[in-house]
């Protein structure tokens, strides 16, 4: 390792017997998670290539990062803060992918070679979907590296491994929801995308959640690490259950943070073009590229999916239930957090 590219945590392997009954479950991972740090933050194994390139990764002053717990309302964020910090460029917006106005700094750890290998021979009949393949594929610092400022960055790293003079050189939109409509909502995901291949059941996805056992957690960590952040001038805090409440009103948080005015008109029209219907059919937002590439599951639900907060209760049993509450209840004892919707 280079000696500016060191990286302060320790990364250790899942035990083996645990890994073994993981990998029966997530079939797209073949090799193996590692735990970091502290706070023990789950990932696939290729995380340990690519952890020092991102903790120390050039920050400009221009970047723009939309970050969250994965499911959180991540790509309804992206597209509403690239608007607002572009004034309203909907002819760009729907020629070029959010895929590609974003680069999703790690996804590249989610991709096992042996399934890179799978999709560069599936699509190997086209230059144009071999040349997708690659840039999906990249990993995102190296993407980064290339790309011109202002540049817009997508990540579900929590800001602990991300680097450390990140929020005071560059701006940061971090959204949160609700764990019980993430867990469903990522659980769908799982099934979805065959980077993951989950092929267990929703009880069993929700053990491995609250756990800690699953990409991205602990949960909790996470969102907390970003909510102490919340008052710092270059972060934005926002809840999917506020934006779903009332999105004008985040429409304008998000414009006062980017120093933007907009007509009511205006915001009202960003509002239709950022309603859950639009999305689905909007292919430069609804991930098409991922159905273009093979990488979906055909017959699971899609990417852009229910758009609602509160259905769990249909995935939730008493027990669960009840395991949530105490759950949410024991995380949040140490801190002022609090979801804007849930009587604490
Ligand atoms: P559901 O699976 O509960 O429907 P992320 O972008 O972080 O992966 O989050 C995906 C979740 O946000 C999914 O939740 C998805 O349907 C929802 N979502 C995406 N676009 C949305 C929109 N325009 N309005 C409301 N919810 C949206």
Not at 217 to 245: C, G, I, Q, V
Request: glycine residues 4%; proline residues 7%; charged residues 30%.
């Amino acid at each position: 390792m280079e000696p500016d590219n060191q990286f302060p945590l320790e990364i250790e392997d899942v035990e083996p017997g645990l890994t073994k009954k993981l990998l029966e479950y997530f079939t797209g991972e073949m090799t193996g998670f590692v735990r970091v740090g502290p706070k023990k933050y789950f990932f696939p194994q290729k995380y340990k290539q690519e952890a020092a390139n991102i903790y120390n990764m050039p920050i400009r002053p221009t970047d723009v990062f939309v970050t969250s717990y994965p499911r959180s309302g991540t790509t309804w964020t992206q597209e509403l803060v690239w608007m607002v910090a572009n004034d309203l460029d909907y002819e760009k917006s729907s020629s070029i992918p959010l895929t590609e106005r974003y680069p999703f700094l790690e996804f590249s750890i989610c991709v096992h070679p042996e399934n890179k290998k799978k999709f560069i021979e599936e699509n190997s009949d086209s230059k144009d979907k071999l040349e997708l393949l690659e840039m999906v594929c990249q990993p995102g610092t190296e993407q980064l590296a290339n790309t011109p400022s202002p540049r817009f960055i997508k990540s579900h790293m929590p800001l602990s491994l991300l680097p450390p003079s990140l929020l005071d050189t560059a701006k940061m939109v971090y959204v949160a929801r609700d764990p019980r409509d993430v867990v469903v909502s990522f659980y769908h995901l799982n099934r979805l995308m065959r980077t993951q291949g989950y092929v267990g059941d929703f009880k069993t996805f929700w053990d491995f959640f609250r756990k800690g056992l699953h990409h991205w957690t602990p949960f909790f960590e996470h969102l907390k690490e970003a909510w102490e952040k919340r008052d710092h001038p270059n972060m934005l805090f926002l809840f999917y259950e506020e934006l779903s409440r009332d999105l004008p009103a985040s429409v304008r948080r998000v414009a006062k943070f980017f120093d933007k005015q907009f007509t009511d008109d205006q915001i009202d029209l960003l509002c239709k073009h950022l309603s859950i219907d639009n999305f689905k059919n909007n292919k430069s937002v609804n991930y098409d590229v991922m159905k273009v590439l093979g990488i979906l599951v055909p017959g699971e639900q899609s990417f852009i999916r229910k758009g609602k907060a509160g259905g769990w209760r249909d995935y939730f049993d008493d027990e669960m239930t009840q395991q949530a509450e105490k759950w949410i209840e024991d995380n949040l004892r140490d801190t002022d957090l609090r979801f804007p919707h849930m009587q604490h």
